[in-house]
């Protein structure tokens, strides 16, 4: 299990974080999403051998959030 936290900007509420957590939460391979709303961040536990980095941000961004990378 690999675990990293993801900059991401514009999250403000606690709509943006279920949002941003919901739409990790249901990739296969993700086992925690938590959004730190202070930190402007997501930490994620995840498999590596079934989702990727990239599939995690594109999963943010479609929520229409920007991730920093
Ligand atoms: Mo809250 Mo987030 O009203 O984009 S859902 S700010």
Redesign the pocket.
Known sequence: MAQKIIEVE????G??KS?VEGALSELEGVKSADVNLDANNVNVEYDESKVTESSMVEAIEDQ?YDVRQ
């Not at 514009?10 to 509420?13: A, E, I, L, R, V």
């Open positions: 514009g999250m403000t509420c709509h943006c949002s229409g």
